[in-house]
């Protein structure tokens, strides 16, 4: 049993400016209970996690007052090694937790740190493997894999680790359609064996019809809980109101849309092709595409399609590319392409540098910009980043990071810009901002492409689909 008792907590001294705090939370979770938190981006859904899993206060600092008992034992002062016994976790980015370069390595650290002698390890590891199905997936190097992968790696070494509860924090943002019905059957699997599952996350769609209950937060507060009996009675209407994600799934490359209109204006790839590390095979290989100019054009495909190399290629970030672009009548190397687009990665604390959300837009805009900090603030206002502009960027939200990412690239002035996985962390009302954000870009005469998994997005403002 998890629970929580009173608990507020703010991150840093208490004269800090962070944000980021928990308001008198109480809540409980009975053995066996798979548990949804969801809410908008920065509410404390992962900062919950975190209480429960021993990373505060023991590696984010903070003021805490309150306190968290897992099988009615206080673990607020207990070492981080004591509660990872009993709590395994897998993170939104599953490669921030890896260890090892290899599978069965990575399975295997956990019970090594646990001191278990090598027969129970391998035994532990062979179950694992086999109640997955993930034979394929042993002896591998964890950096070829692709994301759905990599997932499932971090969620087997959990299950090998033996602990008996079991925290997901937004296992789906990057998982295409058919990763996240497998995550879903992982997630079954855990509960028929009496797993206790909290889930903090955005898109509930995949869990809806399987969770116990859903706890929904709000600026670091429980202000609705909903059980399993009651799902059923709400609208989509009602889950937009609550600031909640459809519950219905929909796989983006079953959307009906077209990839260019007779009448579009167009970029055209010809013989578009790039091998990694000189390879003989193709991980692309375009003969001919035409994308769409002045159109927000949706990429998508599964995991390990080949969709983020495409970007890459396409912004002139590829030296070893091959092909022809053209675009208005001319043909563009790397270096005319690199100038002509702006690219938001995927996982945007990549190309996060400055110390404040200010400064990040700041270095964004060019140099002969006038008023310089108002533009900036300007860009953050839109964006509704305003209050963070003080804030350092490592230390927002994914869903904030997403946004930040996007004021730079709207600050740069770029004609095309480019987006990997844009809406991955983000929630419903950001989403729809998201989309209205990239509509209105579109009516200035800017180009979009977007690599996605969110069938909402798309619907939301895509107009053009390429499915690779």
Not at 159 to 172: H, M, N, R
Not at 269 to 293: D, E, H, P, R, V
Not at 408 to 429: F, H, M, N, W
Not at 437 to 461: P, Q, Y
């Amino acid at each position: 049993m998890i629970g929580l008792k009173n608990i507020c907590f703010r991150y840093g001294s208490e004269n800090s400016q962070n944000t980021g705090e928990l308001k008198n939370i109480n809540l409980t979770v009975g053995n066996g209970e798979l548990v949804l938190i969801s809410g908008p981006s920065g509410c404390g859904k992962t900062t919950v996690l975190r209480l429960i899993n021993g990373l505060i206060p023991r590696f984010y600092r903070g003021i805490l007052k309150g306190d968290v008992l897992l099988d009615d034992r206080s673990f607020k002062k207990s070492e981080l090694y004591d509660s990872a016994r009993i709590v395994g976790t897998v993170f939104q980015n599953p490669k921030s937790q890896f260890y090892n370069v290899d599978t069965t390595g990575e399975l295997a650290f956990a019970c090594e740190n646990q001191g278990l002698p090598e027969a129970d390890i391998y035994r532990r590891i062979d179950k694992t493997v086999a109640d997955l199905h993930m034979e394929d997936l042993m002896d591998r190097n964890i950096f070829h894999l692709s994301d759905g992968e990599k997932q499932k790696i971090a969620c087997a070494s959990v299950e090998t680790a033996g602990v008996k509860i079991i925290l997901l924090d937004e296992p789906s943002a990057n998982l295409d359609y058919d990763a996240t019905l497998m995550l879903k059957k992982l997630i079954l699997h855990w509960k028929k064996e009496g797993k206790t599952i909290v889930v903090a996350e955005h898109r509930i769609a995949y869990l809806w019809d399987i969770m116990d209950r859903l706890i929904i937060m709000k600026e670091g507060e429980t202000v609705k809980e909903i059980k399993a009996g009651e799902k059923d009675i709400l609208r989509e209407t009602d889950l937009e109101k609550l600031g909640l994600r459809t519950r219905f799934m929909e796989s983006p490359t079953q959307i009906n849309m077209p990839s260019v209109k007779p009448d579009d204006r167009v970029i055209t790839l010809k013989n578009f092709s790039f091998a990694y590390n000189g390879g003989k095979g193709k991980t692309l290989n375009i003969q001919s595409l035409k994308i769409a100019l002045n159109r927000i054009t949706a990429i998508v495909g599964k995991n390990g399609a080949g969709k983020t190399t495409f970007l890459n290629c396409f912004c002139g970030l590829e030296r070893s590319c091959k092909g022809i672009f053209e675009y208005e009548g001319r043909i563009l190397n790397n270096r005319e392409r690199k100038k002509l687009c702006f690219m938001v990665m995927q996982n945007t604390g990549n190309q996060l540098f400055t110390e404040s959300v200010l400064d990040e837009v700041l270095i964004s805009l060019p140099k002969k910009t006038k008023n310089r900090q108002e533009e900036a603030m300007n860009m953050l206002r839109r964006l509704d980043l305003e209050s963070l502009a003080k804030r350092h960027p490592q230390s927002l939200s994914g869903g904030q990071k997403q946004r930040l990412a996007i004021a730079c690239a709207l600050a740069t002035g770029r004609k095309i810009l480019v987006l990997d996985e844009p809406t991955s962390g983000l929630d419903y009302a950001h989403m729809q901002e998201t989309a209205h954000l990239l509509s209105k870009i579109r009516s200035m005469g800017t180009t979009i492409i977007v690599v996605t998994h969110d069938s909402e997005l798309i619907h939301a403002c895509c107009t053009r689909l390429i499915r690779m």
